[in-house]
């Protein structure tokens, strides 16, 4: 049971602000298919987000459709670099982490991800509505993650992002939904409110804590 959110793809496409490599003179050509998203195509070559969109400043991101040529840009070898440093687990000697309540919470790792969010539209949710992977209600606490990276019904403690809607400074949560979008070193988080509220949370590195 894999959902299509159709909304990551506006997220990626829309709120990409800052440049993460240089653009070397050489490129080459992408023949996109009917599944294909800017946020695929930049895992599949390695090229940051960013700047596969400054790259085709004339394709709708919400439209990649099959036979679109699509330019993949070549970037310098440091761009490498950073995703490794996005993907790598954060070093944290004490293994605990206090919540904003004070209480603290030991932890077996934690990890630093890249993080967008979704609701419960249905445009975000298919034919399965606004629940998630176990088929229980959507709610504050919600992580969609990919179960080869966090298995799902791991409680997880994730801090660093900046949302009006959730908790201030942190919060306990549970992965239990997934999304066909979400591969690798990525979280999508559920937030109250409507779909064009949560295209304002972007793209965020986050550190989740895999609680123990």
């Known amino acids: 049971m894999i959902k299509k959110r159709t909304l990551a793809a506006a997220v990626i496409g829309l709120s990409v602000m800052m440049a993460a ?3 070397n003179a050489a490129s080459k050509t992408h023949t996109s298919t009917d599944n294909d998203t800017f946020w695929k195509l930049s895992k599949q070559y390695s090229v ?4 596969l969109m400054e790259a085709n400043p004339k394709i709708d991101p919400l439209n990649l459709y099959k036979g679109l040529k699509v330019n993949i840009p070549t970037t310098e070898a440091d761009t490498a670099k950073k995703s490794e440093t996005v993907a790598a687990a954060a070093a944290d000697s004490s293994k605990t982490v206090k919540a904003m309540n004070g209480k603290e919470y030991a932890y077996s790792k934690a990890l630093l991800v890249q993080a967008t969010a979704y609701t419960s539209a249905a445009s975000e949710n298919g034919k399965w509505g606004a629940v998630d992977y176990f088929g229980d209600k959507l709610k504050v606490g919600t992580i969609a993650v990919d179960p080869k990276m966090i298995p799902l019904g791991t409680k997880l403690y994730v801090t660093g992002y900046d ?9 306990v949560a549970t ?3 997934i999304g066909g979008s979400i591969k690798g070193n990525r979280i ?3 937030v109250p409110g409507v779909s064009s509220q949560a295209m304002s949370f972007g793209i965020q590195n986050v550190k989740v804590f895999v609680l123990e």
């Open 175 to 177: 992965a239990t939904d």
């Open 48 to 51: 940051p987000l960013d700047t």
């Open 188 to 190: 999508d988080i559920f």
């Open 163 to 171: 949302y009006n809607g959730l908790p201030q400074g942190g919060m």
């Open 21 to 23: 490599g240089t653009v």
